[in-house]
């Protein structure tokens, strides 16, 4: 008997010790979990999973739990479509088992994972499958309304989205879900502005925009100002398109919202005039360009477009602060082109603060660098501004031969200015 016992141990052991170690990952997972240390929480919550699977398949309840979880914590992460695969196996876990979690919210959880991870069809699908069920809640509607509402607007059926969000709206009545009323307010914005009615555009971004910055949802203040924007280039009011351009850009940076900045980036380029007074948006690209979570492409972009607003408003003591960090990220991503602008642009600094001599090295370098690339107006003023250097320093030799090559660089409106001062310094020159 005593020998029987002994063998029904060790035959129970590994149970025993199997359900150790997932009461271990489980309880270790969720205290990461609730610290939002989602990157260590979610390959605990995968590991418990198929712990679970293998050695007790039919404990359905651990299996949902930790998959359930999973999503979740891919889902903080912001990792969409492996949160949709995770909440798609929860889904199918609890249709085996009744009255195991609320279906409709996991629905809404693949849904929206679906949303996110840029699966437009998919999305469609599983918002409608959830809003059949019967007993929602206004506030169940109300988001489930808003998720297809933004579906719609992803794949640019602008009425149905708009018909969607006055859905939502009208459960979300004494709610206080003032996320999805600011949220509606930029569906209604791209409704109208896809329909040319221009002024309710202006007035729901204008809306969204203000609430979101008083409430500081930067996920909504960046699309609002950049509906604000688009509104502003629609109506061709350049200045304006480009102030919104700017604060959505800044926006998105300081929150790492870093996605599209190149795009909102170039529609900055498009509309920024030959002079005005940056000094506060050189300032503040010079100061988001430092952030350490930022990829350095992106700040590649902030040194780019603090060294220009600095040259239009012809700031040049931050200009060669701003140029010189630039250079160097440049230079570190062996990006030629950017590399030889910002030279350029300590070349334009050093000639201004009367640095002469430092001035001809640089605009040397400038010149070498730029004849890569198809800015011909830079290669001319590099080639002006090392001419006027030396003719400071009394090189008039190479002052002219400088002038002489700027002149040959210039676009035609420049021609007649420099070929005066050409006939300058040659004069100089035979002296």
Known sequence: MKYKLIFAFLLLFPLY??????????????????????????????????????????????????????????????????????FLVSLALAEKVQDLYDKPTLIAYVAESARLAGDIKEAEEYYTKALLYEDLTDRDKAVLYYGLAETNRLSEHYSLSKDNCDKALNYATGLKLQKILSSCDIIYGEYYRTHKDYAKAMFYFGRAADTSRARKYSDILVPALNGLGLTSEALHHSDAAREYFEQSFFVAVENGAIDNVDIIYQKIMKYMPEKGSFKYQGDKSLELAGLE?????????????????????????????????????????????????????????????????????????????????????LISNAYYIQAESYYNLGYYDHAYSAINKAVSYAKLADYERLNKRLNEIKAKADK
């Open 17 to 86: 010790s199997f359900s150790a170690d997932l009461d271990t990952t489980v309880t270790e997972a969720f205290e990461l979990y609730s610290v939002n240390n989602y990157a260590e929480a979610a390959p605990m919550f995968e590991e418990a999973y198929y712990m679970a699977k293998k050695n007790s398949a039919k404990d359905v309840s651990s299996r949902f739990r930790t998959s359930l979880y999973a999503g979740l914590s891919y889902r903080g992460l912001g990792e969409y479509s492996q949160a949709k695969a995770w």
């Open 293 to 377: 979570f930022l990829d350095d492409d992106t700040s590649l972009l902030l040194y780019n477009l603090s060294a220009l607003y600095y040259r239009l408003g012809q700031r040049y003591v931050e200009l060669y602060t701003a140029a010189e960090e630039g250079y160097n990220l440049a230079i570190t991503l062996s990006n030629s082109q950017a590399a030889a602008e910002f030279v350029y642009d300590m070349a334009l600094s050093l000639y201004h603060a009367k640095e002469y001599e430092e001035c001809t090295a640089r605009s040397e370098e400038a010149i070498w660098r730029l004849k890569s690339t198809d800015k011909r107006d």
